[in-house]
């Protein structure tokens, strides 16, 4: 499978990203059977997250076999200091891992969310110190919706995020806010 650089981590990250919401909804035998799958055909990354149901307690006992093969990323919700602290200790306890590779603010889909998630007291201060007990790798931002390029860009200016992922396909390419926009963003990230 193809491989690409992602973002600054350095990591060749397979171009198919195991996305493990779907494993959080069945049992750990079937979770494992569809990572299996994943991993033969050259898959090298899993997203995963605390909002996709059992996914973490899915996945953290196949990745204890395959640890070393696997770039593991994460996310959270949370927008606070203290939020996005216990919410990371609780996935790395799920995921039985003592680090993530990534770990991204989620859903920061408006300024306001920027706003909140990067003020003193926000999530961000969480995942710095997080970093700084090894805790995790990099950090990264991730979101959905129109102005995710708008808000992604703005965030590029208040902090140096390691990853950016947001949506770019060929309905949201049409809207030419959404491409101009996105054009920006990416030739930021190149920059």
């Known amino acids: 499978m193809e491989r690409r650089r992602l973002g600054r981590t350095e990591h060749l990250s397979s171009v198919v990203i195991f996305g493990a919401a779907a494993v959080g909804m069945v049992d750990e035998a079937t979770a494992a059977g569809a990572l299996d799958r994943a991993f033969a055909a050259g898959v090298n990354h899993i997203d995963v997250a605390p909002s996709y149901g059992e996914a973490e307690l899915r996945v953290g006992p196949w990745l204890a076999q395959h640890r070393n093969d696997i770039f593991l990323g994460c996310k959270t919700r949370e927008r606070t200091k203290d939020g996005a602290g216990k919410e990371l200790r609780r996935s790395l306890e799920r995921l039985r891992m003592d680090h993530v590779d990534l770990y991204q603010l989620h859903a920061v ?6 706003e909140e998630t990067l ?49 770019l396909n060929p309905v949201l390419y049409a809207n030419p806010a959404y491409r101009r926009d996105a054009q920006a963003l990416l030739s930021l990230c190149r920059e």
Do not use: S
């Open 109 to 114: 889909t408006d300024m306001e969310t920027l």
């Open 119 to 167: 003020a003193p007291g926000g999530a961000l201060d969480a995942i710095l110190e997080a970093k700084d007990e090894g805790l995790l790798r990099y950090i990264g931002i991730t979101g959905h919706g129109h102005q995710a390029p708008e808000v992604f860009a703005e965030a590029l200016r208040r902090f140096d995020f390691d990853t950016v992922m947001f949506p």
